[in-house]
């Protein structure tokens, strides 16, 4: 189990296309804050059908992207 599994079934529930979520969105979403081993993690979300797009250190935002 990935300390993201809630924030990955968070995305794939959001149904979009594509959106975005702030850095404090994604710790109130997860329980944890966002740091350097996020960028490991991100690949799981395929299975989820997602993938992460743009990650804006400096407005601390990630887009999401529906794969397909």
Known sequence: MSKYNTLW???Q???SHSFKLTF???QNISGIPI???FLK???ELTK???QVGKISMK???VIF???G
């Open 9 to 11: 079934e968070y995305v």
């Open 13 to 15: 529930n959001n149904g």
């Open 24 to 26: 404090e969105e994604i």
């Open 35 to 37: 740091d350097h081993s």
């Open 41 to 43: 993690y991100k690949k």
């Open 48 to 50: 989820y059908g997602y």
């Open 59 to 61: 407005n601390q935002t």
């Open 65 to 67: 992207n529906k794969i």
